[in-house]
């Protein structure tokens, strides 16, 4: 069910079903600096939210070495 993906250099495993768009805004839709702020703050403090220009909500989280994409 999860699937992984490398973005920005940071392992993502994600629900396609769930969270397709997310991996849309976060690997098309802004750039590498952008991208960056939802990384350092996931690693930083566990988690990191975000909205994508369609106006869902997500969950960046920190796993030891990889992270998740969760809707919220």
Do not use: R
Request: contains cysteine; hydrophobic residues 35%; glycine residues 6%.
């Amino acid at each position: 069910m999860d699937k992984k993906i490398i973005i920005w250099g940071h392992t993502v495993s994600y629900d396609d079903s769930v969270v397709a768009y997310g991996i849309y805004y976060l690997t098309h839709q802004i750039d590498a600096p952008e991208a960056k702020v939802f990384f350092d703050q996931a690693f930083s403090h566990g988690s990191a939210c975000f909205e994508d220009q369609m106006g869902n909500n997500y969950k960046l989280v920190h796993n030891g070495s990889e992270y998740q994409l969760i809707k919220q």
